[in-house]
């Protein structure tokens, strides 16, 4: 961890997540960048232990995807400060190629939700509550954006662990969001243990009701994982187990 309250733990072709964030149901295998807009209180379906409680807005991998490049956008420089960018190159970096006022408009959205999304997490005897995301700012006038990170978040990454994700593949899952939810579990394992279909349905929190559907729609996102990854995710059946290769680097994962 950097002694400097910053988030250069990762490459530039990398974005780093805390584990927590990518083995649970936080970010919503949802095909939406307008989620439900109604405010909840759960726990979150999570892995390894640890507990947490959401409130806040619904969050769709869409979401995760604007905060991982978030954090990238200020990764060198100090936690705390208010740090400005402009909304074309936040996007262009996530892939979005076509400039826009509703592009724009999503993405002011989706950081005003996460500014909203507060989670409590406890794992042994750590604890971290707190925002994540501290503060949003649009300028009508100029057009630029600006955000904040909190200090505290440097914690998240401690206490949980942290991942570096190959952004080129989550790119390529741009709109996948079953896929896209794979890609963060699967990536934070160098050895995935099976699991079920219904863990994988608790993981992903999707709102297919019919178990059916879900497994046909997982099939097929598993196909899209493997394509995106060129093959270093790679599924394998069993009745309603599933087991997973990944050919990353142990070191790859803290």
């Known amino acids: 961890m950097t002694a ?3 988030l250069d733990l990762w490459g530039d072709d990398q974005r780093g997540s805390p584990n927590a964030l990518l083995r649970s149901a936080l970010f919503r295998a949802i095909q939406s960048s307008r989620p ?13 232990g640890f507990l947490i409680v959401y409130s806040g807005p619904e969050l ?14 200020i990764k060198a420089l100090p936690l705390g400060g ?18 826009g006022g509703h592009n724009y408009d999503h993405l002011a959205e989706s950081l005003t ?16 509550a ?4 501290s503060v949003f700012k649009r300028d009508q006038q100029t057009g630029s954006f600006a955000i904040r990170f909190s200090p505290e978040m440097l914690d998240l990454f401690t206490i949980t662990g942290y991942t570096r ?32 279909v219904e863990f994988l349905y608790d993981l992903c929190g999707s709102r297919i ?35 997973v290769t990944n050919t990353r680097k142990p070191a790859e994962i803290e």
């Open 4 to 6: 400097t309250g910053q």
């Open 36 to 48: 439900a807009s109604e405010w909840v209180k759960i726990p979150i379906f999570s892995q390894d």
């Open 60 to 73: 769709t991998q869409y979401d995760f995807s604007i905060w991982l490049q978030a954090a990238e956008t």
């Open 82 to 99: 208010l740090h400005a960018f402009a909304p074309h190159a936040f996007l262009r970096g996530m892939g979005v190629t076509a400039e």
């Open 113 to 128: 939700r996460l500014t909203k999304a507060h989670i409590h997490l406890k794992r042994g005897k750590s604890e971290f």
């Open 130 to 133: 707190g925002t994540l995301l």
């Open 165 to 196: 994700l190959d952004w080129e593949e989550r790119k390529r899952l741009n709109g996948k969001a079953i896929a896209l939810s794979l890609h963060s579990y699967y990536s934070s394992h160098d050895s995935p243990y099976p699991v079920t």
């Open 209 to 243: 009701k019919a178990m059916r559907s879900f497994r046909q729609k997982l099939k097929q996102a598993f196909l899209d994982l493997a394509d995106a990854t060129e093959g270093r995710l790679t599924a394998t059946w069993e009745d309603d187990k599933v087991s």
